[in-house]
């Protein structure tokens, strides 16, 4: 079993950074892939960005060249720094872990506000 646990949430003004965590518990840690989500009020969840386990890494378009994920082995954390961020960016963000045999653990999600 896999616990991940978010931080790193708050309010922001456009344009401003942010840095999320994803602390996990267990061993396997290195052996899951690792991504990031978003929802925003009244949409679907979407995915934001994944960090593979020999550390590939891959984004949303909206994302791309603002955020940066990765991911720590030794501290079982991955990480989102997120910059010049935009009202549009709003939304709880989620933690993923998903295993080689496609069984995924999920956060309690943090909530980014970006706002004047």
């Known amino acids: 079993q896999v616990q991940l646990v978010e931080s790193g949430g708050g309010l922001v003004q456009p344009g401003g950074s942010l840095r999320l965590s994803c602390a996990a518990s267990?061993?396997?840690?290195?052996?899951?892939?690792m991504g990031w989500y978003r929802q925003a009020p009244g949409k679907q969840r979407e995915l934001v960005a994944i960090?593979?386990?020999?550390?590939?890494?891959n984004y949303a378009d909206s994302v791309k060249d603002r955020f940066t994920i990765s991911r720590v082995n030794a501290k079982n954390t991955v990480y989102l720094q997120m910059n010049n961020l935009k009202p549009e960016d709003t939304a709880v963000y989620y933690c993923?872990?998903?295993?080689?045999?496609?069984?995924?653990?999920w956060g309690q999600g943090t909530q980014v506000t970006v706002s004047s």
């Open positions: 267990g061993s396997i840690f290195s052996a899951l892939q």
């Open positions: 993923n872990g998903l295993t080689t045999t496609n069984r995924g653990y």
């Open positions: 960090i593979t386990i020999s550390g590939t890494t």
